[in-house]
């Protein structure tokens, strides 16, 4: 953590010094205080006094950002950090969730009825090692309360050891759903009354073994199905309250499933077996029937795969998001990004290499487009990038946490 002191000069607030009966005032000098009929204000030029401002910097790893319906930018980050500006074009404040704990904040989303929700992990003495965290506030701007996920499970019969929440939504009849490691958990309002759903032990026939699946990501599509992955594993659920199907998904390591505005499904992720890859599926639910003696999807047509092909030609992609007017973007590694009107043929992806500092790569993801139509995203950690058209043109903001003292 670095820091920088300057010594300034600061006007003296009305009535911040008292002598004899009567109360100093910056504009007026010394006035009448209560009571006092005799004293008579004397006018001065000027009233300071010497301060040291001092700033600190540390540098934040952040992770998601989104934009509230009041237009404010919001991001979270590590050091359980929240960031806000009211454009996302440089005025960034800050703020720090249970201060003098360590720990992160992967995913910040705003519901229905205008609540702030963030989540992640929190690693101290008080929360007895890592413990998965919600924390809400009505403005996103303080009055964070954090809930101890771990503990509330416990609650009821639960281990979550050293674990993090990963991901959270808001159902369209207003239910909050977060995931994790081996579980899913519903509340109705996301701020107690939390319903564990512990799934260790997934008996797969083709894994020989009972699997613990590490839940990445869960969606509501819009016909209503739940529909979650991670690992290698895909499962849908009509309601999020339990009834899940789960089936196994190729041989790509899952962690992001998105719904387009037209209803298809797309798996973006790639790992060293399928780096490059797009799926795409028009199917009302994404993984059909299930084989009961092999846990696979009974059919793979129902999912179309192809490869985001063009320089690098080693994507590993990460994220994807779509515009107003129907463009895909896809956010990956290597300073890799491609856009698309189809994203179901490879011909189709123009692919354009975003470099914050030309002598090293960078890696991108989470990309949002503002309601006046500004593509934005986070690249290594620390970095904002924003272009107007998501097709080039990116300038990029060094998101550093600044706090200024004084004394």
């Known amino acids: 953590m670095d820091y920088e002191d300057e010594k300034i000069l600061l006007p003296l607030k009305d009535s911040a010094f008292v002598r004899d009966n009567k109360a100093f005032n910056g504009l007026s000098g010394w006035v009448n205080r209560p009571g006092d009929t005799n004293a008579q204000p004397q006018p001065i030029k000027s009233a300071h006094i010497v301060k040291t401002r001092r700033t600190t910097y540390r540098t934040v790893s952040w992770n998601h950002i989104i934009q509230a319906k009041n237009g404010m930018f919001i991001m979270c980050g590590s050091q359980l950090s929240i960031a806000t500006s009211t454009t996302g074009l440089g005025d960034w404040t800050f703020q720090t969730i249970l201060s003098g704990m360590s720990g992160t904040l992967s995913r910040v989303i705003q519901t229905q009825n205008g609540m702030f929700m963030t989540i992640g992990f929190c690693s101290s003495a008080e929360f007895n090692g890592i413990r998965g965290i919600i924390a809400t506030s009505p403005t996103g701007l303080g009055d964070w309360t954090v809930q101890n996920m771990n503990t509330i499970a416990l609650e009821q019969g639960i281990s979550l050891v050293e674990d993090t929440v990963r991901d959270i939504m808001e159902s369209q009849n207003g239910m909050i759903i977060i995931c994790g490691n081996k579980y899913v958990a519903t509340s109705p309002t996301g701020l107690g009354n939390w319903t564990f759903q512990n799934y260790t032990g997934i008996p797969l026939t083709v894994t020989n073994m009972p699997r613990d699946i590490i839940w990445e990501r869960i969606i509501q599509a819009k016909n209503g199905l739940f529909v979650a992955v991670g690992d290698y594993f895909i499962a849908t659920s009509p ?3 339990g009834d899940w199907t789960f089936s196994l998904f190729y041989k790509s390591n899952l962690s992001n499933i998105f719904q387009s505005s037209n209803g298809m499904f797309i798996v973006v992720r790639g790992d060293d077996t399928w780096i490059n890859s ?35 030609n080693n994507i590993s992609l990460m994220n994807i998001t779509q515009g107003q007017d129907g463009m895909f973007l896809i956010t990956g590694n290597n300073s890799g990004i491609a856009t698309s009107y189809t994203a179901t043929r490879q011909q189709d992806w123009i692919v354009q290499r975003v470099f914050v500092d030309p002598s090293s790569s960078s890696s991108w993801r989470r990309p949002i487009q503002s309601q006046n139509g500004m593509y934005f995203m986070i690249g290594n950690g620390r970095y904002v990038a924003t272009s107007l058209t998501g097709l080039g043109g990116w300038t990029f903001q060094d998101v550093i946490y600044k706090t200024v003292t004084y004394s």
Do not use: A, F, Q
């Open 239 to 241: 309601t999020g309250l």
């Open 278 to 312: 797009v799926y795409t599926s028009t199917s009302e639910n994404p993984i059909g029937t299930v084989n009961s003696l092999t846990g696979k999807m009974d059919s793979d047509s129902d999912w179309n795969r192809h490869y985001v092909v063009g320089s690098p």
